[in-house]
């Protein structure tokens, strides 16, 4: 997935928001099977464990069998037909999600190739913050930048200062 291009500026917008709410003494579960971003966390001395690629649409079952203190979902959400109940079968205390954000200018992002690897949904922050309201938990605090891209044209040049990531901790709220 990263062959050509790694997203540092997003690695590094993600990785200093959650330093600033999350302790190395918390355990995360990270939605997604291992990658670049878990691995960066662990080597920042976070304790990760990730899903084993099961699919989350039709298996909640990981948060029954893993309670951890924090699930991070970052870069995910978008690929899921209904986040709902995910979100409702989330076990513990605090949450992390990122999400770009549906551009204007721009078609949802299908790869022909990997079935895995397509946007269902391209959400606007507010359909994440409502979707977050409706499933239990509270917005403690949320961060949007830019992904300007190195190339020519009307839509890189939109990009310049069109926020494109939308990132969220949000905590459970208690019955």
Not at 18 to 42: Q, W
Not at 100 to 111: D, H, N, V
């Amino acid at each position: 997935m990263y062959e050509k291009t790694f997203p540092n500026k997003r690695f590094k917008h993600t990785l200093e928001f959650l330093k600033k709410h999350v302790s190395t003494s918390e355990t995360i579960l990270d939605l997604g099977v291992e990658n670049p971003f878990s691995k960066i966390m662990k080597s920042e001395g976070f304790s990760v464990s990730n899903t084993t690629g099961e699919d989350l649409d039709l298996d909640q079952s990981v948060f029954s069998n893993e309670k951890k203190d924090v699930v991070t979902a970052f870069e995910i959400f978008e690929h899921l037909l209904n986040p709902f109940p995910i979100l409702s079968e989330i076990k513990s205390d605090k949450l992390f999600i990122s999400i770009p954000l549906r551009l204007w200018f721009s078609p949802a992002y299908r790869s022909k190739t990997d079935m895995w690897d397509r946007h269902y949904h391209e959400f606007e922050d507010w359909q994440l913050d409502w979707l977050l309201e409706k499933t239990g938990w509270k917005i403690i605090d949320r961060k949007k930048w830019t992904n300007p891209v190195n190339k020519f044209g009307i839509r890189p040049l939109l990009r310049k200062f069109t926020n494109r990531y939308y990132i969220v901790y949000a905590e459970k709220i208690k019955e």
